[in-house]
């Protein structure tokens, strides 16, 4: 080795580890740092005991600590997030269901009064008309209850009745709709097949009303029962029977629609 470096190793104190055998270099070396003086093994241990306000674990720094101590250790085990599973067994994702969207308020609100045979139009919680109607007579009786319109026709012919027309029709309850008659003088009493009849300009205006707001929007509630006697001292109403009318003299039947 050469005399200089040497000199330089044995100022450091370093000359005794590179000139001692393998083994004794292995069991233990020590070098001066300031005052104190640390020990070094092959494990590279070094105790909190050894360096002055050094708190960390005596084993090891905390960032030396191997992955399977930090998992056995009861600290890591309490952090972690606890399952009652067994291994292998994966938990059912949790569904959550959103919140079903409000319903529509209602802004317009038709009342169909059977015993009074008449038609209340309330919008946006003001009565805005009050409307002669006919119901259905005996034996077709207009069905009681609640409805929204579910569709509509500026001109229906009826499938069921040799193609009656049914100016603005709006239909609520199957075949059961308001539409405009012409029969305007039987108005103010049962006289229909089941619908709700209106004088023509009553049935646009109702038209464009429900068209308005929207279906959604709108409540149909049909109630009470009609008058047995409603004039003449009859003793019940009376519904006209429809029948076939003659051809004219174009070949087209006359419209019996009045008395739909």
């Not at 603005?168 to 049962?190: D, E, K, Q, S, W």
Request: aromatic share 8%; proline share 11%; charged share 15%.
């Amino acid at each position: 080795m050469h005399r200089f470096t040497r000199s330089l190793l044995l100022a450091a104190g370093l000359l005794p580890l590179i000139t001692a055998p393998a083994s004794a270099q292995i069991r233990a070396a020590s070098f001066t740092l300031g005052a104190a003086s640390l020990p070094i093994s092959a494990r590279n241990e070094t105790s909190a005991a050894d360096i002055p306000g050094v708190t960390y674990p005596r084993s090891a720094p905390p960032d030396l600590i191997a992955e399977d101590d930090v998992a056995a250790s009861p600290e890591a085990r309490d952090e972690a997030p606890a399952s009652d599973l067994p291994r292998g067994v994966v938990a059912e994702p949790t569904v959550i269901t959103p919140p079903a969207p409000p319903a529509p308020v209602v802004s317009l609100n038709l009342e169909v009064d059977l015993a009074a045979q008449r038609l209340t139009v309330i919008e946006n919680g003001e009565t805005k008309h009050v409307w002669p109607i006919s119901s259905g007579a005996p034996g077709y009786a207009t069905r009681t209850g609640t409805f929204r319109p579910q569709w509509a026709s500026r001109m229906w012919y009826s499938r069921q009745y040799d193609l009656a027309p049914m100016p603005h029709a709006v239909f609520f309850n199957g075949g059961i709709a308001f539409h405009a008659t012409a029969a305007t003088h039987l108005l103010g009493r049962p006289a229909s097949h089941g619908c709700v009849r209106l004088a023509p300009e009553n049935a646009r205006a109702l038209y464009a009303m429900i068209h308005r707001h929207g279906y959604a929007k709108t409540e149909i509630h049909v109630f009470g029962s009609p008058k047995v006697a409603m004039i003449a001292g009859k003793a019940k109403a009376d519904a006209p029977r429809r029948k076939r009318q003659p051809e004219n003299a174009g070949g087209t039947p006359f419209a019996p629609w009045p008395f739909f």
